[in-house]
């Protein structure tokens, strides 16, 4: 089954600089990769995806790459606020669709410093 | 627009017992699957329904078992609970249907504890 590895597990940036936290799967079949938001004791809620027909994706402050050849995707978000400090999960979809449900990576706790 | 509704939000209960977690489905979608979340770590895919029956399962003993109704609300049974279930479940909706995204829009989650 497919395996998605997360990195950093924590990660602390100053207020107003840029945090990239990185994923990587094993099944070359999947093809969709949401990144989630958990803050504490919340539901994850997704902030943004990409399928595998494209490359990078954008909104506003927050971007995903993903890079097919090498199986690893990334978020990036630039001008972090103190509202960003949180959980987030990064997991990926294989190309049964639902049926084969996501599988998540264990989360990078972002810490945004003042 | 409704969203996903969980119930009950924390439960005990001792090893050996069953419990029963109840889900609403956000309104418009048609497809509801089960994550558990033990603490510290991502979600984990329980099982997913569409049309009543379940078309997805992922690495979960048969003690894990669930049903979806025709309003598209689903259960997750646990028999046999072991200390290692104390997990939050999460319940989460999405439309299978053309068009839709296949976007999953989680609930609040049950938090079990096993005792």
């Known amino acids: 089954g497919e395996n998605v590895e997360q990195h950093p597990s924590t990660l602390s940036v100053q207020e107003g600089d840029s945090a990239v936290i990185k994923c990587t799967y094993s099944d070359s079949a999947s093809n969709y990769f949401p990144w989630y938001k958990q803050e504490l004791g919340k539901r994850p809620q997704l902030i943004i995806d990409?399928?595998?027909?494209?490359g990078e994706k954008k909104d506003q402050r927050i971007a995903v790459t993903l890079n097919k050849t090498a199986k690893h995707f990334s978020l990036h978000i630039t001008e972090t606020q103190p509202e960003d400090s949180a959980v987030y999960f990064c997991?990926?979809?294989?190309?049964?669709?639902?049926?084969?449900?996501?599988?998540f990576g264990k989360g990078t706790h972002l810490i945004i410093q003042p | 627009e409704t969203g996903v509704t969980q119930s009950p939000t924390h439960l005990i209960k001792t090893r050996g017992q069953q419990v029963t977690l109840r889900c609403s489905s956000q309104?418009?979608?048609?497809?509801v699957s089960w994550y558990q979340q033990a603490l510290g770590q991502g979600p984990q895919f329980i099982f997913q329904y569409y049309r009543e029956e379940e078309n997805g399962r992922g690495n979960f003993p048969p003690r894990f078992s669930g049903l979806q109704f025709p309003n598209y609300s689903s259960e997750l049974n646990v028999n046999a609970l072991e200390l290692d279930d104390s997990a939050l479940y999460l319940c989460a909706s999405s439309s299978l249907l053309a068009g839709g995204t296949g976007e999953l829009f989680f609930g609040e989650g049950s938090r079990l504890t096993v005792l």
């Open positions: 990409i399928r595998s027909n494209v």
């Open positions: 997991a990926a979809r294989g190309s049964g669709g639902g049926a084969d449900g996501l599988t």
């Open positions: 309104s418009g979608h048609n497809t």
